[in-house]
């Protein structure tokens, strides 16, 4: 497999093109703030009456209505929550989108499962950072970049591997590499990995974890740095250097209950679950699913939100971290900002 970096794109190719990102939301502030600083003419395209827009102003990009943004558009970026894209797409792009335009997504959520169906000239392509965009943005900051997926589903131009090439570069993707894809292998494996691993595998262990010490009696300040704030202590050392390098620090005591015990929380049941819910992405059948909860006014979503706000891990922690100024010192969200 080869992974592309820095030297094997054209910058000129993006720089030539009038960029239009419509959305001001976690990746649409890292693209246009990063594309506009890597020397790309952007401009970002907002509904009137966007809160975005002062956000978008303050940070000293250009803004406009997401039609007059798109008409004047070599390459649409379409950085709108996956549930809103297909009205997006409908009403207010396609019809102002300039013929031999490209258009471009940071999932392949609608174009896989067919929800969005392009004119045929239109080039369809895919630039997706692998990992939020609040940190597209400040790693992009510091010098570094968070590793892309580009796909291509729709050549009309013949130049659409080379143009979202240079635009993963140009968003700081090419420091960190760059592998090419399809959008349905994108599509299955970034639902998959935010479903098992990264968001709900994680997020129900460290939630149960919490709740397992707080119910045995234990003090819930103890629960939290245990099982929630000492996961980044952890993880650090696997980004560093691997499950070896995390074990290298850890006592043998640590490591021998990890190899030990490990396997009886994540046993063969759960991985037949891993592969129910791998299934249910392949089937489309989350998609259906999730399309339907948009259109029932999201009452899951929001009511998972209501839970977590009123948690006892979600209090106990913001009273924890208040007493460490460091880490809003270095905090990358700020929702006044981004
Ligand atoms: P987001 O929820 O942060 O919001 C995007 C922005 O879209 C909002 O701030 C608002 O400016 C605008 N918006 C919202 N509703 C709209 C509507 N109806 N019409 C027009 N504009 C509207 O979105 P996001 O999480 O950045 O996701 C954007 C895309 O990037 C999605 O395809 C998502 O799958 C993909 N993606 C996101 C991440 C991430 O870190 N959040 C990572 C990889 C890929
Ligand atoms: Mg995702
Ligand atoms: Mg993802």
Redesign the pocket.
Known sequence: MTVFYDKDADLELIKRKKVAI???????HAHANNLKESGVDVVVG??TG?G?AAKAERAGLQVAP?EDAVAAADLVM?????E??V??YQNQIEPNLPNGATVG???G?NIHYQLIEPRPDVNIVMI??K???HLVRSTYESGRGVPSLIAVYQDAAGQAKDLSLAYAVAIGAGRAGVIETSFQAETET?LFGEQSVLCGGMMSLIQAGYETLVEAGYEPEMAYFECLHEVKLIVDLIYEGGIANMRYSISNTAEYGDITRGKRLVNEDTRAEMRNILEEIQSGSFAREFIAEHQSGSPMLKAGRRRAADSQIEQVGEKLRGMMPWIAADRVVDQSRN
């Open positions: 419509i959305g001001y939301g976690s990746q649409g907002l509904r966007s975005s997401i379409l950085l709108t929550p996956d809103h894209q009205d997006v997504f940071a999932h959520f997706a950072p990992g939020p965009g970034d």
